[in-house]
T-cell receptor, first 117, second 115 residues
Framework: ETGVTQSPTHLIKTRGQQVTLRCSSQ?????VSWYQQALGQGPQFIFQ???????GRGNFPPRFSGLQFPNYSSELNVNALELDDSALYLC????????????????FGSGTQLSVL | AQSVAQPEDQVNVAEGNPLTVKCTYS??????LFWYVQYPNRGLQFLLK??????LVKGSYGFEAEFNKSQTSFHLKKPSALVSDSALYFC?????????????FGAGTTVTVRA
């Protein structure tokens, strides 16, 4: 177990709705990354949060947004859900050191399986 | 742009035989390379990483990977596979010295080890 917890584990929504996914990072970690894993594909980078600010973003539209809280936990929000948003959403925590990024090994949670009908 | 190719969707081996999962990458500058494994209904688990130094990297559960700069490859290997190694394996890359924190994953290779 990595110590990264995500909730809920499964979620069913309808097209056009909004969803919030939650992630608690591993103790001692200060950075959270979110990935989308569609069926049969590798994880795709959505964005990363460090010091409560977005720190890098992949090719996802603005309706994908996030937050990081002072305790380093994080939320992923998706507005106006589309059928193609159905996927496993993975949260990964890591330790970012200001002097370098040598130890940016990601520790993943088990994910939230989102189904959009 | 950075990318990873895992040319085999599936790899099947008998228990006790050597296991190789192939990965080639494309990245600007020096690569920071990873292998992760995913079991059903679980998140990704870290196996090993390559930054610099020895081209043969040893990781968890008896796995190792060989970095080949000229072939831009980072193949995962295990000398003697176990049935419990059956899982989905992902190779990933990002530039070593970059403000771009995005980790790019391959599509994954399903490994099946038969008893």
């Amino acid at each position: 177990e990595t110590g990264v917890t995500q909730s809920p584990t499964h979620l069913i929504k309808t097209r056009g709705q909004q969803v919030t996914l939650r992630c608690s990072s591993q103790s001692g970690h200060n950075t959270v990354s979110w990935y989308q894993q569609a069926l049969g594909q590798g994880p795709q980078f959505i964005f990363q949060y460090y010091r409560e600010e977005e720190n890098g973003r992949g090719n996802f539209p603005p309706r994908f947004s996030g937050l990081q809280f002072p305790n380093y936990s994080s939320e992923l929000n998706v507005n106006a859900l589309e059928l193609d948003d159905s996927a496993l959403y993975l949260c990964a925590s890591s330790l970012h050191r200001d002097r370098g990024r040598e130890d940016e090994k990601l520790f993943f949670g088990s994910g939230t399986q989102l189904s959009v009908l | 742009a950075q990318s990873v190719a895992q040319p085999e969707d599936q790899v099947n081996v008998a228990e006790g035989n050597p296991l190789t999962v192939k990965c080639t990458y494309s990245v600007s500058g020096n690569p920071y390379l990873f292998w992760y494994v995913q079991y059903p209904n679980r998140g990704l688990q870290f196996l090993l990483k390559y930054i610099t130094g020895d081209n043969l990297v040893k990781g968890s559960y008896g796995f190792e990977a060989e970095f080949n700069k000229s072939q831009t490859s980072f193949h995962l290997k295990k000398p003697s596979a176990l049935v419990s190694d059956s899982a989905l394996y992902f190779c990933a890359v990002r530039p070593l010295f970059s403000n771009d924190y995005k980790l790019s994953f391959g599509a994954g290779t399903t490994v099946t080890v038969r008893a």
